[in-house]
Nanobody, 121 residues
Framework: QVQVVESGGGLVQPGGSLRLSCAASGIGFVFTSIVWYRQTPPWKQRELVARITNDNTTTYADFVKGRFTISRANAENTVYLQMNSLKPEDTAVYYC??????????????WGQGIQVTVSA
């Protein structure tokens, strides 16, 4: 079983920065991709923010290019989302989704519980 935990959210003023962390854990789990999504309001579909694969290929949504950076941490199966120049419209619940391999099993996307990011003066 894989568990995904997000951390680092909170309240920040416009123009400020936050760094989110996503840690995926499970015995023998190795991630193949980790994707950050966000959702607001709750009834809207989650939208992709950024993605990283285990060969460090990154993908970004157009609305965060040049402001957000996704990267791997030194800790195994941990990924950061550095968010700079935050705007009020970045306010959302941010979710992490991790996919990978556990032994010989392919593990589909596992969601974290989500973390609130609020950008407001």
């Amino acid at each position: 079983q894989v568990q995904v935990v997000e951390s680092g959210g909170g309240l920040v003023q416009p123009g400020g920065s936050l760094r989110l962390s996503c840690a995926a854990s499970g015995i023998g789990f190795v991630f193949t991709s980790i994707v950050w999504y966000r959702q607001t309001p709750p009834w809207k579909q989650r939208e992709l923010v950024a993605r990283i694969t285990n060969d460090n290929t990154t993908t970004y949504a157009d609305f965060v290019k040049g402001r957000f950076t996704i990267s791997r941490a030194n800790a195994e199966n941990t990924v950061y989302l550095q968010m700079n120049s935050l705007k009020p419209e970045d306010t959302a619940v941010y979710y992490c989704n991790a996919a990978g391999i556990m032994g010989t099993m392919i593990i589909g996307g596992t969601w974290g519980q989500g973390i609130q990011v609020t950008v407001s003066a």
